[in-house]
């Protein structure tokens, strides 16, 4: 299986409950390694540019507004299969569907308030990566 590297967030929620460490422990337990990582507090500009799919959708204004409620730890993982592993170690996007022993399950309040963002495709990680870090922000293993 080929090594890839994916785009991870610990949203306001979970960095505002002390979860940064626990959910780090959870990623490295499973295999996958952070390659780079910094805290923001994202403006309303880059949330807006980074959830821009979502522009128009019921729940875009209160993700907006709760996406810039606090500061975040953005992330760049690397391992086998990175991509579709860690949005299995998440969990699903409504946490009461989410499988035990998912971030999601464990650390998510709700639908909203869900803890943890990963990409969803090649595509998506290569973007997101790309909105958050230069290539000398991310370190070689
Ligand atoms: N979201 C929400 N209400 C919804 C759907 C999504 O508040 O009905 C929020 C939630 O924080 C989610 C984010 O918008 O993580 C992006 O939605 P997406 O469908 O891309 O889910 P994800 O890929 O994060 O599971």
Redesign the pocket.
């Known amino acids: 299986m080929a090594i890839q590297r994916t785009f991870s967030i610990v949203k306001p929620d979970a960095v505002r409950k002390n979860l940064i460490g626990a959910i780090y422990s959870r990623i490295e337990a499973c295999g996958l390694s952070v390659v780079g990582a910094k805290m923001l507090h994202l403006t309303r500009e880059q949330a807006e540019g980074f959830?821009a799919e979502?522009e128009g959708k019921v729940?875009f204004e209160?993700?907006m507004e709760f996406m810039t409620s606090g500061p975040i730890m953005v992330q760049v993982l690397e391992g086998e299969n990175a991509i579709t592993f860690y949005r299995e170690l998440m969990g699903t996007?409504n946490p009461e569907n989410a499988a035990a022993g998912t971030l999601r399950c464990d650390y998510a309040e709700s639908?909203?308030f869900?803890a943890v963002?990963g990409s969803?495709s090649e595509e998506s990680a290569a973007r997101e990566i790309a909105y958050f870090f230069t290539e000398n922000e991310v370190c070689a293993r």
């Open positions: 959830y979502h729940f209160p993700l996007t639908m909203r869900n963002h969803d």
